[in-house]
């Protein structure tokens, strides 16, 4: 048996969509150069926190007594929490959680939900069908709420509320690659392949999720954002990372019975999901204007 | 495809729907936890106690029956007692429905009201600095966290403005001063049908604030998207036409146009609905609502399992129903989708 087969041709190159004129459209639009920057910091001082931190052992749980409930000032910009721990330490120290948990969280559910899309739409009938109605029962349900009720039944952690997040977000992608995939069923090179007699789990991993890349990425990062909500409305509940271990969501709670005396507590990570969920969103927005995957629902 | 038989063939597939939910939530509620048991009776759980539960949810039996066992207490509405205050999960969640959909209801109507006509005006004037600026708000919208946002606005209303309430539903001294007179729990509609006017002031008051929390997320979503579908129809031929023969810009977009993006705009507030019931969560617990959002949370910090599976059937029923509403309305709206 001969084992022919043909390389997978790039897609047809359309100028909207190269590289290059994706930087010229974010380097022209002052929000998306922005919110760019704004990321590549933030991943910069998630990688760099303990070295970063003006004080890494408070930042990472250590109490200082004295210090409780002071005042933002030049040696704490952000003040410091009811056990005196500095909230700017604690800001920066939780980055890492707050980012490395979501990226994980959209890689795993594009991990599970791509091929399935893959393969419903290249099969169709009843795999299609039946993959379909599964992601239709995972979309009945809220996501937050199908993720606190399994955060709830296996216990807290950021690593379970991250699993939870992943079983309610996978079948978005899902979706999006079996419609992308729909239209790329249509094109000559699968046709080509098909018609030298490729296998067809071949054709799906060498011809077909390759080509899905750009659409995945760009719905990833708006993704990514909302996922940063959500593990921040579930640390805010309790059931992100588990104390002494900074989370954002944890401490705007915790600052919350001091809101109206003690502001800082609470506002300073509060204002830092904001931007960090901000810039992903500005950027996914351009991204989308760019590419727009809803074409393919 | 007839109506009826579209109709029909969306409460079939509404079904369905259910079924596979409760297939789900029995599998967190009982198989998932190794030790659902325990979880049944609490942290202070004896042997004998387990022994009990173990017997009485069957969990002693293969997986089928379990479920069935499962199905069997659903369809007798009981779900279970709530571990915190010994009373059934239903009674608890039904209880605290009017609070929950009051508050539901007026942060969607809000959204509605300010994201809709957002996403209408950002896509007649496409590209010039109202859109930019709809652009700016609607994605601020929603990468605000509920939770910071109801903060921050309690600290500008409430501390340094004296404009309006903290918390709660109503204020603590009304009770004595002009109470409320319970009938359907919606205290906005109570307080109306007595004419009890100083009531209904009040609570629209401490209504204002939660609500404008609840709606920030469903308001950027709804502008985006309305914006997305104006744009869409926009393009169509029948609008060229009537350019062509010099029809009014204004009258083009608020008429013809947004008639036709109605039905794309409805799917839209459905799937805002989503957002907006986990929204009550968040809302719920800041302003101190005594609703099923603040039930949720005190049951998951209290560990109440029976009460948080009850919670999640009941957001997954409702969140079904909703959208199958949706669906409906928009078929009745626009017959080509019944059609297809």
Known sequence: MTNLEIPALKPEKQNTRTFRHVLTVIARDPLSLASTIAIFLFILIAVFARQIAPYPLEGAGKTNVSNSLLPPSWEHPFGADKLGRDVLSRVIVGAQPALIVPIGVVLFAVLIGAPLGALAGYKGGRVDELIMRITDLFLAFPSLLLAMAIASALGRGSEKAAFALVISWWPWYTRLVRGVTLSLKERYFVEAAQAIGVRDSVIILRHILPNTISPILVQATVDLGTVILAMGGLGFLGLGTQPPAPDWGLMVSDGRIYILSQWWIATFPGITIFVVVLAFNLLGDTLRDIFDPRQYR | MHKFEFILRRLLSSLLVLIGVSIMTFFIARVV??????????????????????????????????????????????????????????????????????????????????????????????????????????????????????????????????????????????????????????????????????????????????????????????????????????????????????????????????????????????ITFAYALTGTFFVELIFNWPGLGLFTVRSLTGLDYPALMGITLFGAVGYVLINLIVDLLQAWIDPRISMK
């Open chain 2, 33 to 270: 936890p190794s030790n659902a048991a325990e979880l049944y009776i609490g942290p202070k759980a004896r042997p004998a106690d387990i022994e009990r539960v173990t017997k009485q949810l069957g969990l002693d039996k293969p997986l089928p029956i379990q479920y069935l066992v499962y199905m069997n207490e659903l369809f007798h509405g009981d779900l279970g007692q709530s571990l915190g205050s010994k009373r059934p999960v239903l009674t608890e969640i039904t209880g605290r429905l009017p609070a929950t959909l009051e508050l539901l209801f007026s942060g969607m109507l809000l959204a509605i009201l300010i994201g809709v006509p957002l996403g209408v005006l950002s896509a007649r004037w496409q590209g010039k600095p109202l859109d930019t600026a709809v652009r700016i708000i609607s994605i601020m919208g929603v990468s605000m966290p509920a939770f910071f946002l109801g903060l921050l606005l309690q600290i500008f209303f409430f501390r340094n403005l004296h404009l309006l309430p903290l918390a709660a539903r109503v204020d603590g001294d009304l009770r004595f001063t002009s109470p409320i007179v319970e009938t359907t729990g919606f205290f906005l509609l109570d307080s109306l049908l007595t004419r009890n006017w100083v009531a209904f002031k009040d609570v629209f008051l401490h209504l204002i604030l939660p609500a404008l929390t609840l709606a920030a997320y469903p308001i950027g979503l709804i502008a985006r998207m309305t914006r997305a579908t104006m744009l869409e129809v926009l393009e169509q031929d029948y609008i060229r036409t009537a350019r062509a023969y010099g029809v009014r810009d204004a009258v083009i977009t608020y008429l013809y146009a947004l008639k036709n993006a109605i039905g794309p705009t409805l799917t839209i507030i459905g």
